[in-house]
């Protein structure tokens, strides 16, 4: 069965801080879809990134990174200078071939100023 | 800007009445999405659709759910007899036919079952 790690609970940083989330999945299928999601306190999910099982380049957009390793079954992302605005709860995710659709916990994110 | 805007905001009912959520997804978007969120927990899959039937659905999405898009526009689901554990909030999403890595969400709707 598919299942999705965020063993981070709750990060705090101080701003202009680099920051990593860790995701951890687990799936026997080959072919698979990863994501990341960004909740802010005001509630509404926010798409981040899906990648794809074929795809292990690394994917930067702004500030934002994200590194997928098949070979220990993670894709992290990482929020460089961290700015107050990122402070929410950031969910990883794991779509299998079976169409199986399963989030992680979620990591609450908090930035200082 | 385009967006998906999700009605109604806050709907309140009994438990075992029905209720339809109503989503309208960005115009051009092929493909649309049901998920949860029961407060303070994670985020749950619930349904994909696209040309005008399932791809996808979670075992949460049981015989009490249904989706429809009844018009060009909207894509709703209903809950048919509603307990007292579907009380959450409820996003829609979709995605457009060139981009189908992408998903847009509306602000969602908050069900609270009595």
């Known amino acids: 069965a598919q299942k999705v790690t965020q063993a981070q609970t709750e990060i705090s940083v101080v701003e202009k801080e680099d920051v990593t989330l860790d995701c951890v999945y687990e799936?026997?299928?080959?072919?698979?879809?990863l994501f990341w999601y960004k909740q802010p306190p005001s509630g509404e999910l926010v798409f981040l990134i899906r990648r794809n099982s074929f795809d292990e380049q690394n994917e930067i957009s702004g500030r934002y990174s994200w590194n997928f390793q098949k070979s220990t079954s993670s894709f992290n992302f990482t929020i460089t200078a961290s700015q107050v605005v990122d402070s929410a709860v950031y969910f990883c995710?794991?779509?299998?071939?079976?169409?199986?659709?399963?989030f992680g916990p979620g990591t609450r994110l908090s930035v200082l100023p | 800007e385009p967006e998906v805007t999700q009605t109604p905001s806050h709907q309140v009912t009994q438990m075992g009445q029905e209720v339809i959520l109503r989503c309208v997804p960005i115009s051009n978007h092929l493909y649309f999405y049901w998920y949860r969120q029961i407060l303070g927990q994670k985020v749950e899959f619930l349904v994909s659709f696209y040309n005008n039937e399932i791809s996808e659905k979670s075992e949460i999405f049981d015989d009490q759910f249904s989706v429809e898009r009844p018009d060009g526009s909207n894509f709703t689901l209903k809950i048919r007899s509603t307990k007292l554990e579907d009380s959450a909030m409820y996003f829609c999403a979709s995605s457009p036919p060139t981009d189908t890595d992408t998903q847009y969400f509306g602000p969602g709707t908050r069900l609270t079952v009595l």
């Open positions: 995710a794991l779509m299998d071939y079976g169409q199986n659709f399963v």
């Open positions: 799936t026997r299928d080959t072919t698979y879809y």
